[in-house]
């Protein structure tokens, strides 16, 4: 079975010392997978997500020395139907960005196949992250970010999913494709250059196809 886009939820909103950002995410289909995409400033705590008040699970995470945090948190088999996901923070903050992306005919185990992070580059219009697929047909997911006066786009090996500007350039996106097992790349631009840029990975693999027995 192929790995498929089912929806993606949420946007940017302000947040203030330990208000919960809260949006509604729909999943459907089977073997599902959800992701949460945040990115908060440096002066809140790393979040703790929920989805229909069940923990999520921190996959990958960075910090970009002046634009925040980036963490992906993962859940598989969410529950079906409109549910809330929350995300809550300790300390202050101005604003936060949170959206979901989910997709079926993912494999219910060993999340993730793989992680990447590329951190603090300097004086660049672009950023490509790369990442180690462990498994064939695996799809990769990223989110990345540039300074607030820049607007960010998917680039090479990347489909846009979710976008804000405001603070900073953020982006949400995947391969929209299996890939080769081995290394990867995506890519996002910038319609100026960033003081620095930052970009976080993570791979999911497909469910594997069942073999039959020819007893014949």
Avoid: K
Wanted: proline share 3%; aromatic share 6%; hydrophobic share 35%.
């Amino acid at each position: 079975m192929a790995i498929v886009l089912d929806v993606t939820s949420g946007g940017g909103t302000t947040f203030s010392t330990v208000t919960p950002l809260t949006w509604v995410h729909t999943s459907t289909g089977s073997d599902r997978l959800l992701l949460v995409g945040i990115q908060n400033p440096g002066s809140a705590s790393a979040p703790a997500v929920t989805y229909n008040s069940v923990s999520m699970t921190d996959l990958v995470n960075g910090a970009d020395s002046n634009n925040g945090y980036l963490t992906i948190f993962g859940l598989l088999n969410p529950a079906t139907g409109a549910n809330t996901v929350s995300v809550s923070f300790t300390g202050a903050g101005s604003y936060a960005y949170g959206g979901g992306i989910s997709y079926t005919g993912v494999r219910q185990s060993s999340l993730p196949d793989g992680t990447a992070s590329r951190l603090n580059v300097a004086d660049g219009t672009t950023i490509t992250g790369t990442i180690t697929t462990n498994s064939a047909n695996a799809w990769d997911a990223a989110m990345s970010l540039c300074t607030s006066s820049l607007t960010i786009s998917a680039g090479a090996g990347q489909m846009s999913r979710l976008t804000w500007t405001g603070n900073t350039g953020v982006l949400g996106g995947d391969s929209n494709a299996a890939l080769v097992q081995g290394a990867n790349t995506l890519t996002s631009n910038f319609t100026g250059t960033s003081a620095t840029s930052s970009m976080i990975l993570v791979s999911f693999a497909p469910v594997e196809e069942a073999r039959g027995l020819d007893l014949t």
